[in-house]
C-alpha cells in the first residue's frame, strides 16, 4: 500500500489570473489597468509584450474548461479583471458585461463539475484609481469592497471559495520600490508601506462584505511567502535572516493573524529612515481590527527560499558559509533555486503560527521552456520533477499533521508572465503563441495521474496516454 497518497477530500487545483490570459482588453467597455499603462511604457516589459492577445482565454474559455476537466482538477483558481467591472474603479454601480464574462466561466467550470476558486485582485488595479493615488489613497479600499460585493452579489451561491488579495508583497515592493512592476515607482519606501496597510486593510473589508454577501462561501486571502535561511551559524547572518523574514513574510503574515505589525521591523525601518519615529502614519483607528478579521484559510504561494548574508560588517568578519546559493536541484529558467525542503518547513511553521487553520497552496511551479519535439511532445522533465518534489513536501507535511487542504499548480497553461512577458512558461499546457494552440506537457499527463488517484507512487508509476492536443471548442 502506498504511504504518499493524499486525503480523499484533498483539493487538487490549477490557477491563472485574468491580465495574464485573458486577452481582450478593451473589449464590452473594460477600462485601462495599471498594468495596460506599464506595458505601454517603453523599457518596462520584455520584448515590448503585452497583455493582448495574451492567450485569448476570453473567447476560448470553453475550450479551457475542457483542458481543467481532462487534467481531472476538481478546482479552479481565477481572477477577475478589475476594470471590466468597474472601467475606472471611480463608479458606483459595475459594468453588467463584466460580470457576465465571469458568470458565464462559472457557469461553465460548474457543468464541468470544477469548483471556482475566485480571486478578486491580482495586480490589474484600474488605472482611474492609479490616477488618484492608487493603493496609497484610502478611496481605494472602498473601491476593493465595492467589487468584492458587486461580484459575490451576481455569483450568488455558484462561488464556494473567495481569495480577496493575491501577493501583496509584490503589490507593494515590486510596484512601488524596485518599480519592476506596475505601476513602477522607484524606492519610495513610505509609499510602498502605506500600500501594504492599505491592501491589508481592504482584505478584512472585503472579506466581510462578502461574508455579509454570500455567507456560504469560504474566505481567504493569498501570501507570497518566503522561508529565510542564514547562510552561517554567525549572530550577524542571524539577524539578517531574522530582517529578511519581517520585511518578506512578518509583515503582512503577522497582522492577517491578529498579530498587528512586527515589532523589530518597525524599528528596522525607523532606524532605515524609512518609517517616521512613533505610532505607524498609515494606520487609522480600527484597521488592525479590520485586517485581523477571521479567514477560513490562508492561501499561500511558494516557489523558492531566501538564504540570507549580512551586510552590516565586512564579508572577511562573516563566518564561512555553510548553505550553498544552489541546491543540487539546480535552478528553474527564471533564475529560482529549486528548494522543495522550504515548503515544508513553511508548512509546519504556518501551523504552529496558527493551529487548526485551513492552509491551500494556492501557487506552486516551475518555469521550464522546453519546447515541443519532433513528434510534438513537451518532455518538461524539470517542471514535472518540481512538481513531484514540492508535492512530497505537501504530502509529508499532511502526514506530520498540518492541515494543508489543497494545492494548485501555476499555472494551467503558458502566459504573460509579468515584466518578463511572454518569455517565461510556467503552464502545464505549453500555448504556441503565433496559432493560440494548447498542447499537453508531460507534467500535464503526470498531474492527471495524480489528481485522478491522489497517490504520488501511483503517479510516478503508471503510464497511460493523454492527448498530446485539444481542438479549440467552438468560439463563443
Known amino acids: 500500500m ?8 484533498f483539493v487538487f487545483g490549477a490557477a491563472t489570473s485574468a491580465f495574464q490570459i485573458e486577452g481582450a482588453t478593451t473589449r464590452d467597455g473594460r477600462g485601462p489597468s495599471i498594468w495596460d499603462t506599464f506595458c505601454a511604457t517603453p523599457g518596462r516589459v520584455a520584448g515590448g509584450d503585452t497583455g493582448e492577445p495574451a492567450c485569448d482565454h476570453l473567447t476560448r474559455y470553453r475550450s479551457d474548461v475542457q483542458l481543467l476537466r481532462e487534467l481531472g482538477v476538481s478546482a479552479y483558481r481565477f481572477s477577475v479583471a478589475w476594470p471590466r467591472i468597474f472601467p475606472t474603479g471611480l463608479e458606483t454601480r459595475p459594468l453588467a458585461a463584466g460580470l457576465d464574462v465571469y458568470e458565464r466561466l462559472v457557469d461553465a467550470l460548474g457543468e464541468a463539475g470544477i469548483a471556482p476558486w475566485l480571486t478578486l485582485y491580482h495586480w490589474d488595479l484600474p488605472q482611474g484609481l492609479q490616477d488618484h493615488g492608487g493603493w496609497a489613497n484610502r478611496l481605494s479600499i472602498d473601491a476593493f ?5 458587486a461580484v459575490a452579489r451576481r455569483m450568488g451561491p455558484r462561488v464556494g ?12 515592493h ?12 522607484r524606492d519610495q519606501w513610505p509609499e510602498a508601506l502605506t500600500v501594504a496597510h492599505h491592501v491589508l486593510v481592504s482584505h478584512g473589508r472585503a472579506t466581510l462584505a462578502l461574508r455579509a454577501e454570500a455567507p456560504h462561501a469560504q474566505v481567504g486571502i493569498t501570501l507570497n511567502l518566503c522561508p529565510a535561511y542564514p547562510a552561517s551559524p554567525s549572530a550577524a547572518d542571524a539577524d539578517a535572516t531574522r530582517h529578511f523574514d519581517g520585511f518578506f513574510n512578518r509583515w503582512y503574515l503577522d497582522p492577517v493573524l491578529g498579530r498587528g505589525y512586527p515589532t523589530d521591523q518597525i524599528a528596522d525601518y525607523q532606524r532605515l529612515g524609512r518609517l517616521p ?5 498609515f494606520v487609522a483607528d480600527g484597521d488592525l481590527e479590520t485586517i485581523a478579521v477571521r479567514t477560513d484559510f490562508l492561501g499561500i504561494n511558494y516557489y523558492s527560499r531566501a538564504i540570507c548574508r549580512s551586510d552590516a560588517i565586512p564579508e572577511t568578519e562573516n563566518l564561512p558559509r555553510v548553505l550553498h546559493e544552489v541546491g543540487p536541484e539546480g535552478r528553474t529558467d527564471i533564475g529560482w533555486e529549486v528548494f522543495p525542503q ?27 521552456a522546453t519546447p515541443p519535439d519532433a513528434d510534438g511532445r513537451v518532455p518538461d ?6 512538481l513531484q518534489s514540492h508535492l512530497d513536501a505537501c504530502q509529508r507535511a499532511i502526514a506530520d499533521g498540518v492541515p494543508l487542504v489543497g494545492y494548485f499548480a501555476w499555472s494551467l497553461m503558458d502566459n504573460f508572465e509579468w515584466a518578463y512577458g511572454y518569455a517565461q512558461r510556467f503552464g502545464l499546457f505549453w500555448v504556441d503563441y503565433t496559432t493560440l494552440e494548447r ?7 503526470w498531474y492527471a495521474r495524480l489528481t485522478a488517484h491522489g497517490d504520488l507512487d501511483r503517479a510516478d508509476r503508471d503510464g497511460g496516454s493523454t492527448p498530446p492536443v485539444t481542438p479549440d471548442a467552438p468560439r463563443s
Open 2 to 9: 502506498s504511504h504518499r497518497r493524499f486525503p480523499p477530500d
Open 145 to 149: 469592497t465595492r467589487l468584492a460585493e
Open 161 to 172: 471559495h473567495y481569495i480577496t488579495h493575491n501577493e501583496p508583497w509584490c503589490v507593494a
Open 174 to 185: 515590486l510596484g512601488h520600490v524596485t518599480g519592476e512592476h506596475a505601476p513602477g515607482h
Open 277 to 281: 519615529p512613533g505610532p505607524l502614519p
Open 342 to 368: 522550504g515548503l515544508g518547513d513553511l508548512l509546519r511553521r504556518l501551523a504552529a503560527l496558527a493551529p487548526g487553520l485551513p492552509i491551500v497552496v494556492t501557487e506552486n511551479g516551475a518555469s521550464d
Open 381 to 386: 522533465h524539470r517542471r514535472r520533477a518540481y
Open 439 to 445: 498542447r499537453w506537457k508531460d507534467s500535464a499527463r
